[in-house]
């Protein structure tokens, strides 16, 4: 039988014990057994008060894990990839621009989407009455080739970035998975506890994910220093 840490958030437990997790189940298995993290949960049982702040320390551990573990692109491939959105979003505008396909913005809803904002016979309405309700609701609405044109200018720019913008971490550092980890999850800790928590960042970091980090390494990420 599994014998978890008395010091291990309730609310884990249950969610490992009911096996209600699909992403993730081994993480939490080491997190709640090991006793290296019986000073990380009480560290962070003074920070959370409720299973949703469990469950969702816990989604944004395991998400991060899982973007940490992806291959960075080159700044060259990322701003190549930038361009040719722009370049596809411009042939597109222009091919549709005027014609029958360049309707307004509210015709790409769903009839789900419609339902939830106000007409459950959103597919029961001709033209003119989904015209009536859409512009009842923003008296202004871009067409297709609109948001294909804005596509295209956003696109553009952040190929322009792309050689030139922070990134969380640069492709040539030592131990790139784990500095992106340890920088995402106090960058986490920061907005949600407004501290780092370095000392958790890192134990959950060694325990949960294997990782070979130190405090020091840590803080270090935290202040966006590389190793």
């Known amino acids: 039988m599994m014998k978890y840490l008395q010091s291990a958030p309730e609310p884990l437990v249950k969610l490992h014990r009911e096996k209600k997790i699909n992403n993730g189940r081994d ?3 080491r997190l709640l057994t090991d006793p290296a993290m019986n000073n990380t949960w009480r560290a962070l049982g ?54 029958r396909l360049d309707r307004l913005a509210y015709e790409l809803f769903s009839a789900d989407t419609m339902a939830v904002i106000g007409a459950p016979d959103w597919s029961d309405r001709d033209a003119m009455q989904r015209s009536a309700f859409a512009h009842s609701l923003v008296p202004v609405w871009p067409s297709f080739s609109d948001l294909l044109r804005e596509l295209e200018a956003q696109a553009g720019q952040l190929a322009e970035r792309a050689m030139t913008e922070r990134r969380l971490v640069e492709r040539n550092k030592h131990k790139p998975e784990a500095l992106y980890f340890a920088r995402a999850l106090t960058a986490y800790c920061i907005d949600e506890f407004a501290s780092p928590l370095c000392r958790p960042v890192t134990d959950i ?6 990782y070979d980090v130190t405090e020091d390494f840590v803080k270090k990420a935290a202040k966006g220093r590389g190793t």
Do not use: M, N, Y
Not at 52 to 68: D, N
Not at 84 to 93: E, T
Not at 205 to 210: D, F, I, M, Q
């Open 27 to 29: 993480i939490l298995e």
């Open 46 to 99: 003074r920070k959370i008060t409720d299973r949703k702040g469990w469950e969702a320390l816990f989604k944004e551990i395991v998400f991060i894990s899982r973007q940490a573990k992806r291959r960075l692109p080159s700044r060259r491939a990322t701003r190549d990839s930038f361009s040719d959105i722009a370049i596809q979003a411009r042939k597109l505008a222009k091919s549709i621009v005027g014609g």
């Open 205 to 210: 970091a060694t325990v949960g994910l294997g």
